[in-house]
């Protein structure tokens, strides 16, 4: 016994010298100091390895928009450096008031942004709803929906030149292999707008599909509740799925709106200047490509530019307000 006791006197006696060993003793002068100093030149380091990247992206944005806007403000006619005069708002006065080229370009850059959105958007909502659930050769269909997206756009337009051309096109042959008579397509005033539309749906629509991949990730838990309660499939998309899939939603709209409210490559590949012998596809970024190299009006395609920047910069903030709407 006396042996036992001396036994547990040692092992608590070493305890007690074990904890104490690893109680810190007290903090050793200037250590704060030299902890913050230390943070201190981290964050200077920090920002002394992102400032070389904000100072050229700063320079690549500011600069553009700072040279366009003073140009816009200018007579600058045939070279940019040649001599102009400040007219202060002439051009925007100017622009605003043409209502041959101006006004009509933005109407169809409007429609032709709302038209191919309205339509990749629910296709590419389909598509997305048709993959959420894994089958075989699911891997298969998405390689195939990807390639028109590495294409081109030029390239894309001459391969649809020639698909739709009125007189050799497998397009018209195909047509009329089912009775329908040849179609113009392109090369018709009237249907060149809403094929080009039809063309950036089959380029684009894969790429909604993937931004609406967020379909994949959400619970299942809510819609198996709807369909206990009798709810049918529109029922759950629309009251269940279509509200959690809001925020990933609006942002593939805001995405693609902005993409397709630029598009400018397709329209000049497959109709050329002026987006066509009477305009028929002219949109504001057509209308301004042609005031600057083919008419030498710097001023004036510098004031549209603006103007246009600002249309899209609406667009933008109309999106996001009724999104934000929406999801709250």
Do not use: C
């Amino acid at each position: 016994m006396p042996a036992t006791e001396a036994t547990e006197a040692a092992r608590a006696a070493g305890t007690t010298r074990g904890s104490t060993a690893r109680t810190p003793g007290p903090t050793p002068p200037g250590a704060g100091r030299r902890q913050r100093t230390f943070e201190q030149a981290n964050r200077r380091l920090k920002w002394a390895m992102l400032s070389p990247a904000v100072l050229f992206v700063g320079l690549m944005i500011v600069f553009p928009l700072v040279f366009t806007l003073n140009l816009s403000l200018t007579d600058a006619f045939g070279a940019v450096n040649a001599d102009s005069a400040h007219v202060g708002l002439r051009n925007f006065t100017d622009a605003l008031g043409d209502t041959r080229r101006f006004w009509p370009a933005a109407r169809r850059t409007l429609v032709f942004t709302v038209g191919a959105v309205v339509l990749e958007t629910v296709l590419g909502l389909a598509l997305a709803m048709l993959m959420r659930k894994p089958f075989r050769g699911m891997r298969w269909v998405r390689t195939v929906l990807i390639i028109p997206l590495l294409a081109t756009p030029v390239a894309i337009g001459i391969l649809w030149l020639l698909i739709l051309d009125p007189t050799n096109g497998i397009a018209n042959h195909l047509l009329e292999a089912v009775g329908v008579p040849r179609q113009e397509f392109l090369g018709s005033v009237g249907q060149s707008l809403g094929t080009l539309m039809l063309i950036d749906v089959w380029q684009w629509t894969p790429m909604m599909t993937l931004l609406l991949a967020g379909l994949t990730t959400l619970p299942e838990e809510p819609e198996e509740a709807a369909l206990v309660d009798g709810a049918n499939a529109w029922q759950r998309f629309r009251h269940v799925v279509l509200p959690m899939l809001g925020p990933t939603l609006a942002t593939a709209l805001v995405l693609r709106a902005v993409d397709a409210l630029k598009t400018f490559d397709i329209l000049y590949a497959t109709k050329g200047a002026g987006g066509g012998s009477d305009f028929e596809v002219e949109t504001l970024n057509v209308y301004a490509y042609g005031l600057t190299f083919d008419y030498q009006e710097y001023g004036l395609a510098a004031a549209v530019l603006v103007l246009f920047t600002l249309f899209i910069i609406g667009v933008v903030v109309l999106l996001r307000r009724r999104g934000g709407r929406k999801n709250a």
